[in-house]
């Protein structure tokens, strides 16, 4: 399966149809079913004690996940997570980055199935790994 949209595209893409959180996400690499995507920490990603709060651990997953189904099929914004589940690992470091590596398991016509780590920049081990099911909508 080829590519429909770049690192360049996903990342207009985000500013263009989510301009409120397009600050917090890099998308480092792309790959056929394949994305990194990296969350710029910043001091609204923090919970009490410094380390990064369970949301934007969520959050940084799902964004991989939908990106990576938009590199696939194009610029369809109205796909939606209907499933989720996230294990919380190890404590991230404090006030670093989180790079996720995510890969789609499934690319179905209505469901797409995918697998994301989570790491500290500078960590080998996953701090949280998550798996989410997205509906895809229709075509036309």
Request: proline share 6%.
């Amino acid at each position: 399966m080829a590519l429909k949209m770049t690192r360049e595209d996903l990342e207009e893409f985000v500013s263009q149809v989510f301009p409120q959180v397009a600050e917090d996400f890099t998308v480092m690499e792309v790959a056929p079913m394949e994305i990194t995507v990296r969350l710029n920490v910043g001091e609204r990603h923090l919970r009490p004690g410094g380390t990064i709060s369970g949301p934007s651990m969520f959050s940084l997953a799902d964004v991989s996940i939908y990106l990576a189904i938009m590199a696939m099929i194009g610029p369809k914004a109205l796909a939606v997570t209907t499933n989720s589940s996230m294990d919380f690992m190890r404590k991230p470091a404090a006030g670093v980055d989180l790079i996720a590596k995510c890969r789609l398991l499934k690319l179905g016509r209505v469901l797409a199935v995918g697998d994301v780590l989570l790491y500290s920049e500078g960590m080998a081990e996953p701090v949280a790994r998550a798996a989410m099911t997205y509906s895809i909508p229709p075509k036309g």
